[in-house]
């Protein structure tokens, strides 16, 4: 097969979305011929207005494309009945879940009709194929480091000791209190009506700022959204997991149980399991800054050689379509990092 043709189905946007342009880039740098349809590039204020539009917006993209490959990642727009509909006219058609367990249930009632099922963590795969009965494969988010890559802070604004970029929930701010002493600054949405708005520095809706923010940090913290700390840590690493890798400071996540195929804790990043030892590992590192860069440049290392977007869209390609990277686009991740070195 020479130039596969791969029609990307995603939402799409400059914050909270970007990473749907950053997946159909490596698509390209791969050597595939991309079309892409953003979900949100017309949402109106009705579901039924919206899913009519999306229909029509892919059936001519499917018609235009003629696809070898159809590749959906986080649209519950895509109904049962238009996917099965769209799947006559040919392509193979994959579901990327990038979620975690938290929509695992609703995924699952939109994910018969594909050809293959992909899930970000080990146990959102595990209970997809509970619930369908079929293969779900694993496949981790990941991250382009032609943007996530590191950077000086020039304006004081984005530098602090401690940063966290993400919106605000009870049980992050739980474990932010405890480490406002040491330089903290928050960036995100929700944080100015919380006990923590003092230290709240933006909204960081773009991702130009929020890799400014993480940039300027010391020490970067990565906590989920879910899984309390109390009981069995869930597998799933968010997007953000990749994204501080990529950008060369120390990260500091809550422990999910995937992490560690992904990096080597405690030479890669640095994984805590409560409160008190946040608070502990935060205040070691700013004493020893040397670790601090050691553990970082690690951590950029594993992610510029395996986990960039490059990376997983090989593998989707090789397992789905038996096809190689090569000759027309770039081999493997080097046309990604070297992008970044630019």
Not at 52 to 69: N, S
Not at 76 to 102: A, H, I, Q
Not at 291 to 300: K, P
Request: proline share 4%; glycine share 8%.
């Amino acid at each position: 097969m020479t130039r596969p043709s791969v029609v990307l189905v995603a939402p799409i946007d400059d914050g909270r979305y970007a990473h749907g342009a950053q997946r159909g880039r490596a698509i390209e740098r791969l050597g595939c011929d991309l079309t892409t349809v953003n979900v949100i590039e017309r949402r109106g204020p009705f579901s039924l207005f919206r899913s009519r539009d999306l229909r029509h917006r892919l059936e001519q993209a499917i018609v235009t494309a003629r696809p070898d490959l159809v590749l959906v990642v986080g649209v519950p727009e895509l109904d049962l009945s238009m996917v099965e509909s769209l799947k006559r006219r040919g392509g193979r058609w994959v579901n990327w879940f990038p979620d975690d367990m938290r929509t695992v249930t609703s995924a699952a009632e939109l994910a018969g009709p594909f050809d293959a099922i992909y899930a970000a963590g080990s146990d959102v795969a595990a209970r997809l194929a509970e619930l369908l009965g079929r293969e779900v494969r694993l496949l981790p988010l990941a991250c382009d480091p032609s943007i996530y890559r590191p950077q000086k802070a020039r304006d004081q604004q984005y530098r602090a000791n401690v940063v966290f970029c993400g919106s605000a929930s009870l049980r992050r701010e739980s474990l932010l209190q405890h480490v406002v002493e040491f330089g903290l600054a928050i960036w995100g949405d929700g944080w100015r009506s919380t006990g923590l708005k003092d230290y709240c520095r933006g909204e960081a809706t773009r991702t130009e700022d929020f890799v400014r923010a993480y940039s300027g940090a010391t020490v970067a913290l990565n906590i989920h959204h879910t899984a309390e700390l109390s009981r069995t840590p869930e597998a799933y690493c968010n997007q953000r997991c990749f994204e501080l890798g990529a950008l060369g400071v120390l990260q500091v996540v809550d422990r999910r149980t995937d992490l560690e195929q992904w990096f080597s804790i405690n030479d890669e990043v640095l994984v805590f399991d409560d409160a008190l030892r946040l608070r502990r590992i935060v205040e070691d590192a700013l004493q020893d800054l040397t670790a601090v860069e050691r553990i970082a440049s690690a951590g950029r290392e594993r992610v510029l050689a395996e986990h960039t977007y490059m990376h997983r869209l090989r593998e989707l390609l090789r397992n789905e379509l038996s096809w190689e990277a090569g000759g027309s686009g770039p081999a493997g991740a080097a046309g990604e990092v070297e992008q970044s070195a630019s």
